[in-house]
């Protein structure tokens, strides 16, 4: 079966622009996961979503973030305008209810704002 | 303040010794994971504990829960190069029914 898969796996964006992140998780799982994972504050959860919607989004830096979940195979977290400190790699992971939240991760999108 | 805080931040050890990662809390936790990750990729998880003083063996890992649940420990046994990267617990919160990554170890094991 098929991982968790995000796209892109690199972006490289000028401040102020937008960027959307792409999410698939594994068929059958109910939780999505939105991470933010840099060296000085590791990794952070910035939201996620149960059944597709949203439970706790607490971790979303600022009104520039946002995600949606529109069906069960796919989300998006849209950063509207970036700038440079967005700069990290995002991560989705998914799991299934019951399994003690055991998180499958896709491999990241490392974005770049210059 | 980090919910669930790792001790060391940072291990670089000689292949063959023995060495051991700890992940405290104040809270309880339902249950605990541990994941590794490799530069470039997403954490992969390696092992749950949902008991307290639950112990599990992963071939040279042994992970174990703490008798109150507010802690756990990964020891590995004759660490090998491929072990380098970074270990993070991570655990389901019971009041909140909340879950949260630990701060993480970097371990590098030198041949």
């Known amino acids: 079966d098929a991982g968790v898969i995000q796209s892109p796996r690199h972006e490289v964006t000028e401040m102020g622009q937008e960027v959307t992140l792409r999410c698939k998780p594994i068929?059958?799982?109910?939780?999505l996961f939105w991470y933010r994972q840099t060296m000085m504050r590791g990794l952070e959860l910035l939201i996620y979503?149960?059944?597709?919607?949203?439970?706790?989004d607490s971790g979303m830096p600022e009104d520039r973030f946002s995600a949606k979940m529109p069906n069960a195979s796919f989300s998006t977290l849209k950063i509207q305008p970036s700038e440079p400190r967005d700069s990290a790699v995002y991560f989705c992971?998914?799991?299934?209810?019951?399994?003690?939240?055991?998180?499958?991760f896709g491999p990241g999108t490392r974005l770049t704002v210059t | 303040t980090q919910l669930l805080e790792q001790s060391p931040q940072f291990l670089s050890i000689q292949e063959g010794e023995n060495l051991t990662v700890y992940c405290n809390s104040s809270?309880?936790?339902?249950?605990l994971q541990w994941y590794r990750q490799e530069p470039g990729e997403g954490p992969v998880l390696l092992v749950t504990?949902?008991?307290?003083?639950e112990v599990k063996k992963l071939k040279r890992l042994t992970f174990q829960f703490g008798d109150a649940r507010k802690d756990s420990s990964l020891h590995i046994t004759a660490a090998q190069p491929g072990d380098t990267g970074l270990y993070l617990c991570?655990?389901?919160?019971?009041?909140?029914?909340?879950?949260?990554f630990g701060t993480g170890t970097s371990l590098t094991v030198i041949p």
């Open positions: 992971a998914s799991s299934m209810t019951g399994l003690s939240h055991e998180q499958y």
């Open positions: 068929s059958g799982h109910d939780y």
């Open positions: 979503f149960n059944n597709n919607v949203p439970i706790d």
């Open positions: 809270s309880v936790f339902s249950s």
């Open positions: 504990v949902v008991t307290g003083g």
């Open positions: 991570a655990g389901l919160r019971r009041a909140g029914n909340q879950f949260y």
